[in-house]
């Protein structure tokens, strides 16, 4: 099959690269496309040299097959529906598409079928939703959510490489270019733009993306996002409420064996996520887990994931695996 990677030189790009290269997906042919600025760069795939094309309008005249977009919401507006109206799947990272009735939002652990109502765009969602969502799944199969409290330490390459760059950047003691305030020594309340009612569409983008994956349209959710000096690695306090009653170390051996989580929770021996730890790997991972005694049923837990791979490139790979049918 033919594939493609549109913000292969980006952050998350890169990572999709990579990922592709470590997973068995049927790629005969691979095209990587990026702004005008990268343009003959040379990019490494399995062993071969890829040269990086302009995207443009005519990108996906050459009937490819599956295209993974990283390259931003304008990118994404302008081009997908491009490459889906000649027949290719766009797999597309940005939040452009989303909320949009007709078009899938997908974290394949908890609502894989929808990949297959697609017609032609399927979303990936937000970065901190999709931890949030793998976690809190098989709990609300089994005890029904309720409420939901999410409040987010998210690592500066949530915001792309220009987000890492303003870090190590601050660290030397240079002023911010890409976040609003020195992040280095610092928490910023401030995540996307501020919308009308005082959050954060980053916020919003937690609250409606979970009630979309979930199928639950009347969830109550609220959200507080906050970027924090950490360079790989969203970590997430979450606060549940569910309206059956749970006995913990059921909810425990829940969560122990669902698709995609990794208990760590053994707080007397040191042991709970932290991102320095999730870095790099694939699973999202849970700990403190512990009962919220101030309602009838509710549970906290600290949830942990690598963002840039479970919360963007290999949740968009997993998409292409659900298509191609592996
Ligand atoms: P480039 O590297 O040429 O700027 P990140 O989120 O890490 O900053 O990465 C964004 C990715 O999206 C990069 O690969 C970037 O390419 C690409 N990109 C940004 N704007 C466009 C555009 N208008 N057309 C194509 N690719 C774009």
Redesign the pocket.
């Known amino acids: 099959m033919k594939f493609a990677i ?8 890169r990572t999709m690269l990579k990922i592709l290269e470590q997973r068995n997906l049927p790629v005969d042919e691979l095209f990587l ?3 005008a ?2 343009a003959g760069q040379v990019l490494s795939f399995k062993g071969k040299e890829v040269e990086v094309e302009e ?1 443009d309008v005519s990108s996906f005249d050459r009937g490819i097959d599956i295209a993974l977009f ?3 919401a ?2 994404s507006k302008k081009y997908a529906p491009i490459a889906a109206a000649k027949g290719c799947t766009v797999i597309d990272n940005s939040s452009c598409w989303r909320m949009y009735s007709d078009v899938p939002l997908v974290t394949p652990e908890v609502n894989a079928k929808d990949a297959f109502l697609s017609k032609g765009i399927i979303a990936n969602p937000n970065c901190s939703t999709i931890q949030a969502v793998v976690a809190l799944y098989p709990l609300h199969l089994k005890y029904g959510l309720k409420r939901i409290v999410y409040s987010t330490y998210q690592a500066a390459s949530g915001a ?3 987000g890492h760059r303003d870090l190590e950047n601050g660290l030397k003691g240079f002023a911010p270019a890409k976040f609003p305030h020195q992040l280095a020594g610092n928490a910023i309340p401030h995540i996307d733009v501020f919308l009308e009612d005082g959050y954060t569409k980053e916020e919003e983008k937690m609250i409606n993306e979970t009630r979309k994956i979930m199928h639950a349209p009347d969830l109550k959710i609220t959200a507080t996002c906050v970027r924090i000096p950490v360079f790989t690695g969203h970590s997430e306090s979450i606060n549940a409420e569910f309206y059956k009653g749970f006995d913990m170390d059921e909810l425990v051996g829940v969560l122990k064996s669902a698709k995609g989580v990794v208990v760590q929770n053994d707080p007397a021996s040191g042991l709970y996520p932290m991102p320095l730890s999730a870095a790099g790997t694939d699973d999202v991972y849970v700990g403190r887990i512990r009962r919220d005694a101030s309602v009838e049923s509710g549970v906290n837990l600290w949830v942990v994931a690598d963002n840039v791979r479970k919360g963007a490139a290999l949740n968009a790979v997993q998409i292409a695996e659900l298509i191609c049918g592996r």
């Not at 549109?6 to 790009?13: D, E």
């Open positions: 549109a913000g292969a030189t980006g952050m998350v790009g496309f990026a702004s600025r990268s995207l990283s390259a931003g304008a990118a792309g490489a220009s």
